[in-house]
């Protein structure tokens, strides 16, 4: 079931790295998809702002949470909302930060919320972000995926530094319209790599490869975990 909502996710819209290198569909597929455009800016906000902290810190436990910093979506970007002290950022990421192919893409319901270690902050925080400020900006999505090949180019973006990872443990995420809506995990992101040298997919192997991004060069691995962030099971939680 696990490796089933996986397959999902990755093909759907599961918060972080951006798309996969190939060209987004062409705009007459794009009509066939369930969310074809754009929504109004307004389905994306959380007009509540501390919920949009809670649900933030809801990513990770609280022991690590509770310092970490947090960032909530603006107009125009994220914002931090909360200075933290041990060097995490909490932020909810939306639809737009699957792959472009993605037929979710632009789903409005998609809350994913995600705590990213120190060495993630410095190394993948950037891309989040600056992804982001360009999709509230209006610029299409093939322009977009230029502006990334670029400013990977120009080294505007550094490649994940060892040790990279993210929480993904939020009990109220909604990740995808497809299965259950959400999975419990954790990643693991890396300069692109040979999936095989971490067992990845390997029978009995807890590691998948969730996705291959040839936009930023980043491989990420996925490990479910049997427990949300409040520490009840997982696998008897359902939406």
């Known amino acids: 079931m696990k490796r089933t909502i996986v397959k999902m996710i990755a093909s759907g819209a599961l918060g972080l790295v951006v798309g ?3 060209a987004p569909p062409a705009r007459a597929a794009d009509a066939k998809a ?5 929504a109004p800016l307004e389905q994306y906000l959380v007009a509540d702002r501390d919920a949009e902290i809670a649900l933030a810190r809801s990513a ?7 310092d970490a910093t947090v960032m909530v979506l603006g107009r125009h970007g994220y914002e931090t909302a909360v200075n933290g002290k041990n060097g995490f950022v909490c932020l909810v990421e ?3 930060m699957s792959g472009f192919q993605s037929p979710e893409f632009w789903n409005p319901k998609n809350r994913s919320p995600v705590c990213y270690n120190p060495a993630s902050t410095r190394s993948v925080v950037p891309l989040v972000t600056m992804r982001t400020e360009m999709i509230l ?3 299409p999505k093939e322009q977009i995926i230029e502006k990334l090949k670029a400013a990977r180019a120009k080294k ?3 490649p994940p530094e060892p040790g990279a990872m993210a929480y993904m443990m939020s009990k109220q995420a909604y990740l995808t319209d497809a299965g259950d809506h959400n999975l ?4 693991f992101m890396t300069p692109t790599m040979d999936p095989a040298s971490w067992g990845a997919g390997a029978s009995e192997s807890p590691v998948l490869l969730l996705r291959q991004d040839a936009i930023s060069a980043i491989t990420t691995f996925l490990i479910p975990v049997g427990k949300w962030s409040d520490g ?6 359902a939406h």
């Open 20 to 22: 996969l290198g190939a």
């Open 137 to 139: 900006a209006g610029i």
């Open 34 to 38: 369930p969310y074809p455009s754009m």
């Open 184 to 187: 419990c995990h954790v990643m």
């Open 232 to 237: 009840t099971p997982a696998d008897d939680h």
């Open 60 to 66: 990770a436990p609280p022991s690590i949470s509770q």
């Open 94 to 96: 939306r639809a737009w």
């Open 156 to 158: 505007e973006f550094p």
